[in-house]
């Protein structure tokens, strides 16, 4: 077992040089001009990031106004009771919910989480496997389908956020089987 985790120590530190050596050698070995192509791919990246920054501001400030308006807060009081029966504390509602919509939210939210519980509670628990268990499904839409102007998208948001609620029940079963 010591010898896997040093082999594994050692491959994390040397993984991330060996890809870079590989690519340049790559490149070389095509003959591709290497600092030219780099210039050319961080210019497309500004331009991406300049056609994404509208998505992105809608994004945030609607999450912004979804928590700030009370919304949120009323609709975990109002489900509440439906989630103690199924072991969910109704504190993780909010995490559920804004986890779809924006990773900073989602994050915010656990950090809430996490500062009023113990680090081993089962509701932090609970909240740290539910923000690695789903992903931000509007974010992704809005802002990766929106730089590529990808208009329609209605497959991809009932897929991400069936997905997105197969994350959160999958979260609520492992928590309650290895920490309830």
Do not use: C
């Not at 919304?71 to 993780?92: E, F």
Request: hydrophobic share 55%.
């Amino acid at each position: 077992m010591e010898n896997i985790k040093h082999f594994l120590d050692l491959a994390s530190v040397y993984a991330l040089p060996a890809i870079i050596f590989v690519i340049l050698l790559w490149a070389l070995v095509k003959k591709v001009p290497v600092y030219e192509t780099f210039v050319e791919g961080a210019k497309d990246g500004v331009n991406v990031t300049l056609r994404i920054v509208p998505y992105l501001t809608a994004i945030v400030v609607a999450v912004a106004m979804f928590r700030a308006s009370g919304a949120l807060d009323m609709l975990s009081n109002s489900l509440s009771s439906v989630l103690t029966k199924i072991n969910v504390p109704s504190d993780i509602l909010p995490l559920a919910i804004v986890r779809s919509l924006s990773g900073s939210a989602a994050l915010g939210v656990f950090s809430d989480i996490a500062s009023q519980n113990p680090p081993d509670s089962y509701v932090t628990k609970l909240g740290a496997i539910m923000l690695g268990s789903s992903e931000t499904t509007f974010y992704v839409l809005a802002v990766y389908f929106g730089a590529v102007g990808i208009k329609k998208f209605r497959y991809a948001l009932w897929t991400g956020l069936i997905a997105d609620a197969l994350g959160i029940i999958g979260a609520i079963v492992v928590a309650n089987l290895f920490f309830a």
